[in-house]
């Protein structure tokens, strides 16, 4: 495909970002500065920098998608649309989902190619955090705040790792959570567990990489290795809370698409 077409659909910058990116000569492919836009990559194998910075080594590819409700995070199924089928059918050759969400849980979820990278998202020992905002069914109470810090034990006995629960100033019946593992609709058992019923699910981050904003639900972007850098980094909770509030509170309740 085109250079130009290539980066602008595939990343935050505008088609006319990047011409005025190649005009000015900041973008390399394969080392050497492209000055024409036209020019045609191979995303399987070329690789492309921005002022010395490689934007994507396009062999592994990972992006990010603002998964809507009703698709099943998997690569595969006979009657439920995935998240894969929201790609176009060029991009899913070898593409998986770094981990899963619900049918009903929108947001933030990672497909790659990477093995390595789902592996190293997913792994608990990585400690890469995912972050939900929760609309619960009850007000919020102060104790949640213990009680996930200690570990919450499961109706079925299973120990949870330690999480943050916060209540947010989106409203008295929200709560922002962060986990580092991903047991089968655990965020939901953990607060059935404390007396409290989860209604919507909203994952905003993972690590230091919040979700693109600009995403509509269903929408998707190439990462870019600095994404990927990001994605790999631990933020301050009160970093994500403040994302949360800037960014979700006033249409929370259109975030149920
Ligand atoms: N916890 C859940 O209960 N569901 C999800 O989709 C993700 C985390």
Redesign the pocket.
Known sequence: MRLDKCVADHSTYSRSDVKQLIRTGKLTVNGQICRSGDRQVDPDCDEIALGGVVLFTASKRSYMMNKPAGVI?ATRDGKTPTVLSLLPPELRKGIFPAG??????TGMLVLTNDGDLAHRILAPKSHIS?Y?LVQLAEPFQDSYRAAFAAGITLEDGTICREAICQGTKCGEKTALVA?TE?????????FAAVGNH?EH?H?IQMGGLPINVKLGFGDYMLLLNKDIDDLLKSPDFSAVAEFCYANFCSEWINCKA
């Open positions: 995070s899963r969400l619900d049918i009903d849980t995912k939900y986990l991903g047991k089968f609709h655990q965020v939901k058992r953990m989860v699910l994952r």
